[in-house]
Antibody, heavy 125, light 107 residues
Framework: EVQLVESGGGLVQPGRSLTLSCTTS????????MSWVRQAPGKGLEWVGF??????????EYAASVKGRFIISRDDSKSIAYLQMNSLKTDDTAVYYC????????????????WGKGTTVTVSS | DIQMTQSPSSVSASVGDRVTITCRAS??????LAWFQQKPGKAPNLLIY???SLQSGVPSRFSGSGAGTDFTLTISSLQPEDFATYYC?????????FGQGTKVEIK
């Protein structure tokens, strides 16, 4: 069974840092890209960022709202994706979801097919 | 950035009704449009990808269509478990973007 489990959420003061982990199982982690999406309380979904698998360079993409503050990385040996969040703001308060991105090799596109249950980050003084 | 606009924002419907949700992109995108269902307190669940491909395990009453800037999710016969919020998302161009959501409520 494919599983993604986020951890590392909690209460943090504005300006501080926090790192989320996404521990995966049930699939070949290194073959997949991974994304992070967040949802502020009572709001819709906001895409945060994405990391390609190593075969495609392991490069990253970010939303403008987090670019320069958040860093996505991966450890294929442990099947874990990370979201390092720096200079946190109150607006970063949200549930953060880790997602597996499947890739269609015939048409060259990604789609988010498996989601974790999410971890809550609260940024408050 | 490509803006995704869903309509309506909410819809009240009865069990057995046909429900249609529209998603409009601010510029033409390829067919890389997905639909997700989210129930309160739960993670979103993929229903449709590549505009019209049904994700494994998703009931066939869900279908997707569209091209260019206009896309549609249709629930052919609404079931009690379908009351939820639905989101569209484009993965054609970074940054990937979601619609604001459509809440399907019980009439």
């Amino acid at each position: 069974e494919v599983q993604l489990v986020e951890s590392g959420g909690g209460l943090v003061q504005p300006g501080r840092s926090l790192t989320l982990s996404c521990t995966t199982s049930g699939f070949t982690f290194g073959a997949y890209a991974m994304s992070w999406v967040r949802q502020a309380p009572g709001k819709g979904l906001e895409w945060v960022g994405f990391i390609r698998n190593k075969a495609y360079g392991g490069t990253t993409e970010y939303a403008a709202s987090v670019k320069g503050r958040f860093i996505i990385s991966r450890d294929d040996s442990k099947s874990i994706a990370y979201l390092q969040m720096n200079s946190l703001k109150t607006d970063d308060t949200a549930v953060y979801y880790c997602i597996r991105d499947s890739y269609d090799y015939s048409s060259f596109y990604y789609y988010m097919d498996v989601w974790g249950k999410g971890t809550t980050v609260t940024v408050s003084s | 950035d490509i803006q995704m606009t869903q309509s309506p924002s909410s819809v009240s419907a009865s069990v057995g009704d046909r429900v249609t949700i529209t998603c409009r992109a601010s510029e033409a995108i390829r067919s890389w449009l997905a639909w997700f269902q989210q129930k309160p307190g739960k993670a979103p669940n993929l229903l449709i990808y590549a505009t019209s491909s049904l994700q494994s395990g998703v009931p066939s009453r869900f279908s997707g269509s569209g091209a260019g800037t206009d896309f549609t999710l249709t629930i052919s016969s609404l079931q009690p478990e379908d009351f939820a919020t639905y989101y569209c998302q484009q993965t054609d161009i970074f940054p990937w973007t979601f619609g604001q959501g459509t809440k399907v409520e019980i009439k």
